[in-house]
């Protein structure tokens, strides 16, 4: 597996855990360590996305940041068979 193919399934990793643990605090607003765990799980997802832009580029046309041109369409997409 290449390093886009493991940065990719990292972040879709560190989303499912992110996406579960606020579930979880919606109803445990006072658990600690769950708390612990989301700020530890969202700060290594930051850091995966952060190689992943520094490498391959953008991952969504929302963190395009550019004023003098559109680097969104400038794939291949992250989902294309030819950006793995």
Known sequence: M???SQLLRMIQKYD??????????D????CEEALQLFQKY???REQAVK???SR????QASQQEGT?????GKGPYP???EAN
């Open 27 to 30: 109803t445990h607003t006072e």
């Open 42 to 44: 969202k700060s290594k």
């Open 56 to 59: 391959f580029g953008i991952l």
């Open 51 to 53: 190689e992943y832009q």
């Open 16 to 25: 499912f855990a992110l996406y579960d643990l606020m579930l979880y605090l």
């Open 79 to 81: 989902w294309e068979k």
């Open 2 to 4: 290449n390093r886009r």
């Open 68 to 72: 003098k041109s559109w680097d969104w």
